[in-house]
Structure formats: structure tokens, C-alpha cells
Antibody, heavy 120, light 111 residues
Framework: QVQLVQSGSELKKPGASVKVSCKASGYTFTSYAMNWVRQAPGQGLEWMGWINTNTGNPTYAQGFTGRFVFSLDTSVSTAYLEISSLKAEDTAVHYC?????????????WGQGTMVTVSS | QSALTQPASVSGSPGQSITISCTGTSSDVGGYNYVSWYQQHPGKAPKLMIYDVTNRPSGVSNRFSGSKSGNTASLTISGLQAEDEADYYCSSYTSSSTHVVFGGGTKLTVL
């Protein structure tokens, strides 16, 4: 079935880096855009940006430039989110979500989420 | 501060209907028919319930419906059931550099 499976929880110290993976299966990976969404503890959803899985071109939302990098490995149908110079405020669940499968801009398939905790 | 405004909470009794509003601007909700609604149970990933303002994905109950008037979109849930208790988020395409904006979320309590 169509699904996105993300890597497991991460505990990192401030200033470190983390790389979250999102492996797609059940569909043609390069036919749909991949988005990243953040949810801080007890807070709402925040769109981080998206990556064109056909060209590899990323687009970052305001507030997610500089320390955030979206990348792909199309050979294994996997998208990555890397965050560098981690701060306490990066503590959140990070979701990957597919777009383009239905409607305009709707995220029809979501990964299970990856909790990134930043603490000394 | 979220770009789209939703009530923090709504509640209803089983069998009743409730409506959750999502207010934006002419640059997002009012300017495009690209509003989506997501349901999120605690500890779970969001689930798409409505796309393009009024459309339901396959498998979503017809008790869920969407509409829009001006800069405000709405999600209506009829025949409330205990399993509907969750957080609900709206989102919209926006002409700003952000491209996609979410509402702050609404906690639905089934009494």
C-alpha cells in the first residue's frame, strides 16, 4: 500500500545536526512532491517547505532557511530533512507528507512523524 | 501566530452537528479553492478529510463536509461520534512566499 515510513526519534544536543529520512513505497516516488511539516509539543502544524522529487529543487518556507536542507535519494525513494545548528526550539515532531496525489496542495499521505528532541 | 484563524475548541453531543471555521484573507482562503482539512488524533499523524474546499477523499465518511464563503472556510461534522474527538486543522494555498498556511487547530470534544 501507499505509505511513508520515517526514521526513529532523535535526541540531540544544541549545536548538533540531525537527518530525518522518509521512505516512500507503493507509488512512483518522483511523481509527487514531498513536503515537510513541523509540530512543536502541544502546538499546531507548521509548513516547512517542499521538494520537487523530479528535479530535486527545494522550496523553504519563511523561518526555515539557512539551517534546514531538503534532499532526495531517488534510487531508494527516500526524502531527507537535515537540520543543522540545532536549538531547543527545534524540538518537535517532523512529518513528511505527499502532495499532488489529490486536489491542489492537499497532503494525502503522511509519514508517522519523527520526534527530534534538542536538549543538553 | 497562525496565518489562518480557527476557534481553539468546539464541542458537541453524539448525534449533533458542529461547524469549525477557518478565517483567512483574500490572499489565501478567499482567493483560491485550495482549502484542506485534517484530523489529528493524539500521538498520530494528521489525516486528510477534505480537499479543494468541498471534496472528500475516498474512505472519508460523508458526515464530513466542507464549504467556503468569502475569506472563511468551514468544516461541518454531522451525526457526531465519539471517534470524531480530535484536533482539526485547516490549510490553504497562499500567494505569499509561504505557499501553504495552516490554521492554529481546533480541539473537538464529543460530550
Amino acid at each position: 500500500q501507499v505509505q511513508l515510513v520515517q526514521s526513529g526519534s532523535e535526541l540531540k544536543k544544541p549545536g548538533a545536526s540531525v537527518k530525518v529520512s522518509c521512505k516512500a513505497s507503493g507509488y512512483t516516488f518522483t511523481s509527487y512532491a514531498m513536503n515537510w511539516v513541523r509540530q512543536a509539543p502541544g502546538q499546531g502544524l507548521e509548513w516547512m517547505g517542499w521538494i520537487n522529487t523530479n528535479t530535486g529543487n527545494p522550496t523553504y518556507a519563511q523561518g526555515f532557511t539557512g539551517r534546514f536542507v531538503f534532499s532526495l535519494d531517488t534510487s531508494v525513494s527516500t526524502a531527507y530533512l537535515e537540520i543543522s545548528s540545532l536549538k531547543a526550539e527545534d524540538t518537535a515532531v517532523h512529518y513528511c507528507a505527499r502532495a499532488g496525489g489529490i486536489g491542489n496542495g492537499a497532503f494525502d499521505i503522511w509519514g508517522q512523524g519523527t520526534m527530534v528532541t534538542v536538549s543538553s | 501566530q497562525s496565518a489562518l484563524t480557527q476557534p481553539a475548541s468546539v464541542s458537541g453531543s453524539p448525534g449533533q452537528s458542529i461547524t469549525i471555521s477557518c478565517t483567512g484573507t483574500s490572499s489565501d482562503v478567499g482567493g483560491y479553492n485550495y482549502v484542506s482539512w485534517y484530523q489529528q488524533h493524539p500521538g498520530k499523524a494528521p489525516k486528510l478529510m477534505i480537499y479543494d474546499v468541498t471534496n472528500r477523499p475516498s474512505g472519508v465518511s460523508n458526515r464530513f463536509s466542507g464549504s467556503k464563503s468569502g475569506n472563511t472556510a468551514s468544516l461541518t461534522i454531522s451525526g457526531l461520534q465519539a471517534e470524531d474527538e480530535a484536533d482539526y486543522y485547516c490549510s490553504s494555498y497562499t500567494s505569499s512566499s509561504t505557499h501553504v498556511v495552516f490554521g492554529g487547530g481546533t480541539k473537538l470534544t464529543v460530550l
